[in-house]
């Protein structure tokens, strides 16, 4: 899986399968967590968005899971799609005096294959 | 709705010359960021501006300024280019400063410097 500030791991999938992406962080003051898909060219884009309170949030086919014993986060991506195919990155906030400061790992390149 | 969109898309440039690049958001965002993305190190932080009126370093701000000319636009200039600003640069938008809103990105500029 990611870890935040290292490496740029990859997952292969068969379309229609779910596809889950991780990220480890390591400041256990980071109470806000932001996951963004990147396409090639593109910008990173919004995806969800979980904050420390919550344990689990989902969205459209899309479901965030934080484990703050551990310090990890994950992207679930059911029945993943061709279109999912990009680089997926986590981002976290540390509060307190870092305001909107967003701190991005690198990465986790996803491909799915027909 | 363009969001946020960045000029140009492309540029590339010989040592020593200067650039501005330009960041426009229509979402009524109180918050603008510039980052540089190069590979294997994620996004950076450049510079921000919490809000209109006020500018503050980010985690690399060496070799740049920045101007907030107003709400709307946030812009990015390197007085005298060097090889080491070839990146990729994106500005994003937030509604405001604080730690659990997302920020929402641009296309990129792609920056060469010769």
Known sequence: GESVGLHLPTLSVQEGDNSIINCAYSNSASDYFIWYKQESGKGPQFI?????????????????????????????????????????FCAENAGGTSYGKLTFGQGTILTVHP | ??????????????????????????????????????????????????????????EVPNGYNVSRLNKREFSLRLESAAPSQTSVYFCASSVDWVGDQPQHFGDGTRLSIL
């Open chain 2, 1 to 58: 709705n363009a969001g946020v969109t960045q000029t140009p898309k492309f540029q590339v440039l010989k040592t020593g010359q200067s650039m501005t690049l330009q960041c426009a958001q229509d979402m009524n965002h109180n918050s603008m960021y510039w980052y540089r993305q190069d590979p294997g190190m994620g996004l950076r932080l450049i510079y921000y501006s919490a809000s209109e009126g006020t500018t503050d370093k980010g």
């Open chain 1, 48 to 88: 969800i968005d979980i904050r420390s309170n919550m344990d689990k949030r989902q969205g459209q086919r899309v479901t965030v899971l934080l484990n703050k014993t551990v310090k990890h986060l994950s992207l679930q991506i059911a029945a993943t799609q061709p279109g999912d195919s990009a680089v997926y």
